[in-house]
């Protein structure tokens, strides 16, 4: 049996055909255009449908693929009629006008009972649904569903809508993890009734025809990228860990962290997992910063540019971003950048900082798992490695880990093995004055003020 997964991010969209052993048998990949239209940035929604069914079609006459299923990344939702959206799908990055944003935010529930922080543009995506309703109410009125990403995407194949937990429960202010509910913002908005029965990530929630010759294919609720991802590793039974999930994000779940830990200042929340439970995480746009501060560098980075860039004591300041653990405070480079590559090695260097000063955050202590396309050549895990010698650290055999998750919750919810990689060892980077370079930065952001606690870093 062969799976197909649309993994849709909000960088890049990747299509992967999956068999039962794990492997990827096939990958396509597109970028989703996000245009404006009538004031608002939305996504571009049939030049990417068209795209993944085409991919999809492909994946049915060249694999037989019996299966397709979906991950996707947050702060997404869609409004949907019987057949069709009633309004475009809004990009998160986009802020409210100033006077609908403070009559909206008077609406949202407390940290307490969300554990959704209160975060800028549309990261919270239940501020978004508010000030959709303030400026087009009639595309409230015509949905007969609310649905996240994920969900739209599964229905548009063919799928009945439906909710799903990881997804809602991924700082969107909808949810209460604690109660298992949905949140008081959901019935104060009456919001409730246009919220489909639940499906677990994975369960097949209909079929469609496919491919040339008409191929029956299931269709699979989807689930939560981030989440995926640590579904992918929880299922192989490592114990006790922390997964750092890389993209366009950097998200950092430690399930073991104390929800009293939580910072609602430093974008620390409560994610929930397939099953409902509560996820402990801090997150930052650690793909975003990379390219920022590199130049949109791609390629490999020679360790001795990272060498030079220690010695040279050229770092970056947060933040380059909105949200994050240090948010409020424009980025700055300190200290001499002779060309491009130095500024990538600048740029990683400040990524694995910056996630080195999470894991304290969210007091991660156990196996750490280093997971997605920032650690594309393993450099990013072996300085981690490196800054935190009282850990172990693992790396995915894959960069695709939440494809992979979402591929093993498909065969998992028709009783299937799926035989994912394990993760494999990570040997930590040898880097002379890299504790240094480290304390100074903490030194340096501790004086902006913006540090904290966090300050002493991790022995």
């Known amino acids: 049996m062969k799976v197909a997964v649309l993994d849709f991010g909000k960088t890049n969209s990747k299509l992967f055909v999956f068999g039962q052993d794990g492997r990827i048998l096939s990958e396509q990949r597109t970028k989703p255009a996000w245009i404006p239209r009538?004031?608002?940035?939305?996504?571009?929604?049939?030049?990417?449908?068209?795209?993944?069914?085409?991919?999809?079609?492909?994946?049915?006459?060249?694999?037989?693929?019996?299966?397709?299923?979906?991950?996707?990344?947050?702060?997404?939702?869609?409004?949907?009629?019987?057949?069709?959206?009633?309004?475009?799908?809004?990009?998160?990055?986009?802020?409210?006008?100033?006077?609908?944003?403070?009559?909206?935010?008077?609406?949202?529930?407390?940290?307490?009972?969300?554990?959704?922080?209160?975060?800028?543009?549309?990261?919270?995506?239940?501020?978004?649904m508010l000030w959709l309703k303030e400026v087009e109410p009639d595309a409230f009125s015509a949905a007969r569903a609310i649905l996240?990403?994920?969900?739209?995407?599964?229905?548009?194949?063919?799928?009945?809508?439906?909710?799903?937990?990881?997804?809602?429960?991924?700082?969107?202010?909808?949810?209460?993890?604690?109660?298992?509910?949905?949140?008081?913002?959901?019935?104060?908005?009456?919001?409730?009734?246009?919220?489909?029965?639940?499906?677990?990530?994975?369960?097949?929630?209909?079929?469609?025809?496919?491919?040339?010759?008409?191929?029956?294919?299931?269709?699979?609720?989807?689930?939560?990228?981030?989440?995926?991802?640590?579904?992918?590793?929880?299922?192989?039974?490592?114990?006790?860990?922390?997964?750092?999930?890389?993209?366009?994000?950097?998200?950092?779940?430690?399930?073991?962290?104390?929800?009293?830990?939580?910072?609602?200042?430093?974008?620390?929340?409560?994610?929930?997992?397939?099953?409902?439970?509560?996820?402990?995480?801090?997150?930052?746009?650690?793909?975003?910063?990379?390219?920022?501060?590199?130049?949109?560098?791609?390629?490999?980075?020679?360790?001795?540019?990272?060498?030079?860039?220690?010695?040279?004591?050229?770092?970056?300041?947060?933040?380059?971003?909105?949200?994050g653990p240090m948010p409020g405070r424009s980025g700055e480079i300190v200290g001499p950048v002779s060309d491009a590559e130095q500024r990538a090695a600048v740029a990683l260097l400040y990524v694995a900082l910056m996630i080195d000063l999470s894991l304290d955050l969210i007091r991660s202590r156990d196996t750490v798992i280093v997971d997605g396309g920032l650690n594309a050549d393993g450099l990013l895990a072996a300085l981690l490695a490196a800054l935190r010698p009282g850990q172990s650290f693992m790396q995915g055999a894959t960069l695709e880990g939440s494809a992979t998750g979402a591929a093993a919750l498909a065969y998992e919810s028709l009783g299937r093995e799926f035989a994912g990689d394990t993760p494999e060892p990570v040997r930590a980077a040898d880097f002379r004055g890299l504790d240094r370079y480290r304390n100074y930065w903490r030194g340096l952001i501790a004086g902006r003020h913006i540090a904290g606690a966090a300050a002493g870093g991790a022995q």
């Open 38 to 128: 009538g004031g608002l940035g939305v996504l571009d929604e049939p030049a990417l449908h068209d795209w993944a069914l085409d991919a999809v079609n492909q994946a049915v006459d060249g694999y037989g693929i019996e299966g397709l299923m979906v991950s996707g990344h947050g702060c997404t939702f869609a409004l949907v009629g019987d057949t069709a959206l009633t309004h475009p799908i809004l990009d998160y990055e986009q802020e409210p006008p100033a006077d609908i944003a403070e009559r909206i935010d008077r609406r949202i529930p407390d940290f307490t009972e969300t554990f959704s922080p209160r975060l800028p543009l549309g990261f919270n995506y239940g501020r978004h």
């Open 148 to 323: 996240g990403y994920p969900q739209y995407w599964s229905w548009r194949f063919g799928g009945r809508a439906v909710s799903e937990v990881s997804y809602l429960g991924c700082h969107s202010h909808l949810w209460a993890p604690r109660r298992r509910d949905f949140s008081s913002l959901v019935d104060a908005e009456g919001w409730r009734g246009r919220m489909p029965a639940f499906a677990r990530a994975g369960a097949v929630t209909g079929e469609r025809r496919l491919g040339r010759a008409g191929r029956p294919v299931a269709i699979h609720n989807g689930v939560h990228d981030s989440n995926a991802a640590l579904h992918a590793y929880r299922r192989q039974e490592l114990g006790p860990l922390t997964v750092v999930s890389t993209g366009t994000w950097v998200i950092v779940l430690n399930p073991d962290c104390p929800l009293e830990a939580l910072d609602r200042e430093r974008d620390m929340l409560v994610n929930v997992d397939v099953d409902g439970g509560p996820v402990p995480t801090i997150r930052f746009m650690g793909g975003r910063e990379f390219a920022v501060i590199s130049g949109n560098w791609h390629g490999a980075i020679a360790p001795a540019l990272i060498q030079r860039t220690i010695d040279a004591g050229t770092m970056a300041l947060p933040s380059f971003a909105p949200g």
